[in-house]
């Protein structure tokens, strides 16, 4: 039997496969609604099931829309990145955490590992903190940027494959906005057991899910009978396709010898908003929910902190 393929308004084409949580190995699941297509208020995307694993919690679409050509979702570093254009305070934010890293870590020189490393703004940082730093990135798009824009060079190969073929330890990894986008995150932390020597430290900033402007606005459609959810954005920019909180973070890190041992969740309270009045006025609205979760706890952004035990 072979899979669906469904196809957006611009022209990129995705496999629909049936999937299992990547966390649990099951598909015990229950169904969130409906996001992308005419469930997006944009129209972006194409249409996907939203599910959440009734034991760890990790939301995920399924069938699963693995892209025909990755390349091409990817292939706009202008484009993809248009909400952070300003590199260079990319690059001075990324020197903090790596001055958070160097503290957690309690040595002035490690070994970093920036897995889905895009335009290179990490390693920019390590090169200017003096700290060796290796970037894996799949785009070809971001790494000719990467080298253009800073002459740092970013392996073309999967950390699976960097595992195998690398006796060296890593003492820092980075998952900056990259675990939501993985189609297999227990590979991808299975490997960097693999490489991480002991007590090492994992900086992961990514989504929080489900969180205040998602249940807010879920169950606002709920009440109105629309079965369109707010989680995810599995079939447009910014492509993400998993959405975690501490629960299944802190489920996958534990399964291969990780813990969790800092969590601060927290977003700016921005939304991007249309031409349109009733537009301006949602994005209004959320940002101020924004506001609130960052009050409680419940905001759309998370900063995690683990350690190889």
Same mark, same amino acid.
């Given at each position: /039997? %072979?899979?669906?393929?469904?196809? =957006?308004?611009?022209?990129?084409?995705?496999?629909? @496969?049936?999937?299992?949580?990547?966390?649990?190995?099951?598909?015990?699941?229950?169904?969130? !609604? /409906?996001? !992308?297509?005419?469930?997006?208020?944009?129209? &972006?995307?194409?249409? +996907?099931?939203?599910?959440?694993?009734?034991?760890?919690?990790?939301?995920?679409?399924?069938?699963?829309?693995?892209?025909?050509?990755?390349?091409?979702?990817?292939?706009?570093?202008?484009?993809?990145?248009?909400?952070?254009?300003?590199?260079?305070?990319?690059?001075?934010?990324? @020197?903090?955490?790596?001055?958070?890293?160097?503290?957690?870590?309690?040595?002035?020189?490690?070994?970093?590992?920036?897995?889905?490393?895009?335009?290179?703004?990490?390693?920019?940082?390590?090169? @200017?903190?003096?700290?060796?730093?290796?970037?894996?990135?799949?785009?070809?798009?971001?790494?000719?940027?990467?080298?253009?824009?800073?002459?740092? %060079?970013?392996?073309?190969?999967?950390?699976?494959?960097?595992? /195998?073929?690398?006796? *060296?330890?890593?003492?820092?990894?980075?998952?900056?906005?990259?675990?939501?986008?993985?189609? =297999?995150?227990?590979?991808?932390?299975?490997?960097?057991?693999?490489?991480?020597?002991?007590?090492?430290?994992?900086?992961?900033?990514?989504?929080?899910?489900?969180?205040?402007?998602?249940?807010?606005? +879920?169950?606002?459609?709920?009440? %109105?009978?629309?079965?369109?959810?707010?989680?995810?954005?599995?079939?447009?920019?910014?492509?993400?396709?998993?959405?975690?909180?501490?629960?299944?973070?802190? &489920?996958?890190?534990?399964?291969?010898?990780?813990?969790?041992?800092?969590?601060?969740?927290? *977003? *700016?309270?921005?939304?991007?908003?249309?031409?349109?009045?009733? =537009?301006?006025?949602?994005?209004?609205?959320?940002?101020?929910?924004?506001?609130?979760?960052?009050?409680?706890?419940?905001?759309?952004? /998370?900063?995690?902190?683990?350690?190889?035990?």
């Amino acid at each position: /039997m %072979t899979n669906e393929k469904a196809a =957006d308004a611009g022209g990129n084409c995705f496999e629909l @496969r049936p999937w299992r949580c990547p966390i649990c190995g099951q598909n015990q699941e229950r169904v969130l !609604g /409906m996001r !992308g297509g005419k469930f997006q208020r944009h129209g &972006l995307g194409i249409p +996907n099931k939203i599910v959440q694993c009734r034991q760890c919690s990790l939301i995920y679409p399924n069938p699963f829309p693995v892209p025909v050509n990755a390349q091409k979702l990817y292939g706009d570093p202008g484009k993809y990145f248009v909400r952070a254009q300003d590199q260079e305070a990319m690059v001075g934010r990324n @020197r903090k955490t790596l001055h958070e890293l160097r503290k957690k870590l309690g040595k002035p020189k490690f070994q970093l590992l920036d897995i889905g490393c895009g335009r290179g703004e990490m390693l920019e940082a390590a090169k @200017r903190e003096g700290i060796p730093g290796v970037g894996l990135e799949f785009s070809k798009a971001m790494i000719e940027s990467a080298s253009a824009k800073y002459g740092v %060079t970013a392996l073309d190969v999967p950390i699976e494959e960097y595992a /195998m073929a690398n006796q *060296a330890t890593v003492d820092g990894f980075c998952l900056n906005g990259i675990i939501e986008h993985v189609y =297999d995150p227990d590979s991808m932390v299975a490997a960097m057991s693999k490489l991480a020597a002991p007590g090492a430290v994992v900086y992961v900033d990514v989504p929080n899910e489900p969180n205040i402007i998602t249940r807010s606005g +879920n169950l606002l459609n709920r009440l %109105t009978g629309s079965q369109a959810v707010y989680n995810l954005s599995p079939s447009w920019s910014p492509y993400h396709v998993y959405g975690f909180n501490t629960k299944a973070l802190g &489920l996958l890190f534990k399964k291969h010898g990780f813990a969790i041992v800092e969590v601060n969740v927290f *977003a *700016a309270p921005y939304i991007p908003a249309g031409p349109s009045v009733k =537009d301006k006025v949602k994005s209004f609205v959320g940002s101020q929910i924004i506001r609130l979760g960052n009050l409680t706890g419940t905001a759309t952004n /998370m900063v995690v902190w683990a350690r190889k035990e």
